[in-house]
């Protein structure tokens, strides 16, 4: 009977680190042998890291991606002994520059295909760097007939029933293909729709990692020609998967050997995971030795600590409760009594001093206006003034603790709470944060004790205590009206009269989009932060700061 192994390397990878990527591959290759495998199989451009972004036109760059596959060549015939790599990698031809995916076996490059549909919408501008491909890769290895697509080829009919056409028993699908909280059942989905057109199995190989505001969350598979699932790789962590394909009887289709299917995670654990391994990699890729933030005994820095310390250790987090006259008791001890629960540095450094100097300095220019935002503002910038002095002096990354409601709307301070060098919570709502808090206590009590939010924290009205008695509410919608509005308008592209009729007031429908156009010029002096959902604020949203431009 006719075998053949295929290994999946769900690997999580460094852009622009291509020495390092092709370490990764060689060692995963290595692995591969050891596990009998006859042919390894990367994420798409495993080689330059997904996404390279303009990296791609620098003249360096090309020089290192050409030394890469050179040795790549060379390992497939030495240290590999007997298993092919078909590796993700730019291809540099003459002027034009494709997305491509190339075998070498034997020290030879044996197929190389050419991406032939570049996603060119929300995260993706692939049209920016790359040429499309225009035929299909097939090509017979070790007795079975396999066509290569990349990506977003398997989400267009076209380029598997060409693969189809040309004799293809066997589809393999090279992905850098980042997370949203529905993505995964959509990539499944459209394998099952493709495998039932064409009739194949498909090998899906997805990367893992975080890259700025992009993580990507592994979760590779494979799928029968009916378009079942036969194995799931684990979600956010790397793996490496081995698949065998079998011929029933000589010239029969061949068929997978069903694997482990790790179970789908649930929305607020896949969330969460993803909200860790964004900060994770973040930090640790660009070599912070750790983070601090202000822990304000709410539940947005709250939450933003709980996931600092999944991610990182407590020993490499610092949390500072930077009180005011206008902050609560119990918001200063449910600080303390969650930075003791999870052992973090914790430091509380008034700003009492600061803002009474501030207030002072500006009394001249103040005199006959009434109190307002300005004074608010001036206590967030005091504690920003503190946490960039920390970090200046530590060399820890400030971590913001805004949520995607506060940005929409604009309830947030410019050279405030907004400094940082990373919002991990920033395409969050406000309700998903409250959903997030009570998963993480449910996972389990914090070392040595309590949970690792307090109670009280979920429970008590959110305020920013920048003024007596303050509520969000006082200058917001209640999160229940006010986060359905906002991804209606933000992930659906809804007008207002199609807001309206989901059941909500015209009024505070106009109020809520006229709010967030207004503060586009502050999102976009923003830090990144973990992309989770469909449509986040960053490189999937460009509205136009200067507009005139009315619902």
């Known amino acids: 009977m006719d075998t053949l192994r295929l290994a999946l390397a769900q690997s999580n990878l460094l852009v622009g680190d291509i ?39 620098h003249r360096g760059f090309r020089q290192q991606i050409e030394t890469a596959l050179a040795g790549l060549a060379a390992a ?10 078909l590796v993700g990698h730019p291809e540099y031809a003459g002027e034009r ?35 499309a491909g225009t035929q299909p890769s097939v090509m017979d290895f070790r007795g079975f007939r396999i066509g290569v697509l990349v990506c977003e080829d398997l989400w267009e009919p076209e380029p598997a029933q ?76 790397e793996a490496l998967e081995i698949v065998e394909f079998r011929r029933p009887s000589p010239g029969a289709a061949p068929v997978p050997e069903p694997g482990v299917i790790t179970p789908a995670l649930d929305d607020e654990a896949s969330v969460y995971r993803a909200l860790v391994l964004g900060v994770r ?21 709250a939450l933003t600590l709980a996931i600092a310390v999944d991610a990182l250790g407590a020993d ?10 206008y902050t609560a008791s119990m918001s200063v001890e449910d600080a303390s009594e ?92 406000k309700l998903l944060v409250y959903r997030l808090a009570a998963w993480r206590n449910a996972q389990g009590a914090a070392p040595p004790q309590g949970r690792v939010i307090p109670q009280r924290v979920i429970d008590r009205p959110p305020s920013a ?15 229940e009206v006010l986060d359905p509005i906002l991804e209606a308008f933000i992930e659906d592209d809804l007008s207002v009269g199609e807001i309206v009729a989901r059941g909500f007031e015209r009024a505070t429908v106009a109020r809520v989009l006229d709010l967030v156009q207004r503060n586009e010029y502050k999102r976009r002096q923003a830090p990144p932060g973990v992309r989770v959902s469909r449509r986040a604020f960053g490189r999937d949203w460009r509205y136009p700061i200067t507009s005139g431009y009315r619902r």
């Not at 495993?46 to 996404?51: E, I, S």
């Not at 497939?76 to 790599?85: N, V």
């Not at 490499?316 to 006259?325: C, E, F, K, N, Y």
């Not at 504690?383 to 506060?406: D, H, P, Q, W």
């Open 19 to 57: 020495a390092g990527n092709a370490d990764r591959v060689l060692a995963a290759a290595q692995a591969a042998r050891a596990a009998g495998a006859d042919l390894l199989i990367t994420p798409e451009l495993a080689l330059a890291g997904y996404p390279p972004e303009d990296l791609l036109f």
């Open 76 to 85: 497939s015939a030495d240290a590999t002994r007997g298993t092919a790599i």
């Open 97 to 131: 520059l494709f997305n491509a995916a190339t075998l070498y076996d034997a020290g030879r490059e044996q197929l190389r295909h050419r991406k032939a549909c570049l996603p060119n919408y929300r995260v993706f501008d692939e049209k920016r760097w790359f040429a």
């Open 162 to 237: 060409l693969a189809r056409s040309q004799g293809a028993e066997i589809l393999l699908v090279l992905n850098a293909s980042p997370y949203d909280l529905h993505k995964q059942a959509a990539r499944e989905d459209i394998a099952r729709r493709r495998a039932a057109d064409v009739g194949l199995p498909i090998v899906y190989v997805n990367q893992v990692g975080g890259q700025d505001e992009l993580v990507f969350d592994g979760q590779s598979f494979v799928t029968d020609a009916l378009g079942e699932v036969v194995l799931r790789a684990p979600a956010f962590e």
């Open 281 to 301: 990699d973040y930090v640790v890729k660009n070599g912070f030795p750790g983070v601090v933030l202000g822990l304000s005994g709410g539940i947005d820095s």
């Open 316 to 325: 490499r987090v610092q949390a500072v409760m930077m009180p005011s006259r």
């Open 338 to 429: 969650q930075a003791r629960s999870l052992r973090v540095q914790h430091s509380v450094i008034g700003i009492e001093g600061m803002f009474g100097a501030a207030l002072e300095s500006l009394q001249a220019e103040f005199a006959g206006r009434a109190v307002d935002t300005a004074e608010e503002n001036l206590q967030s910038r005091c504690r920003m003034l503190i946490l960039m002095a920390l970090s200046n002096k530590t060399g820890k990354m400030v971590l913001t603790t805004g949520n995607k409601s506060e940005m929409a709307v604009g309830y947030a301070t410019l050279y405030g709470d907004m400094a940082g060098g990373f919002a991990p919570i920033k395409d969050c709502s």
């Open 465 to 479: 205590e920048l003024r007596p008695d303050q509520k969000d509410s006082d200058s917001l919608p209640p999160y």
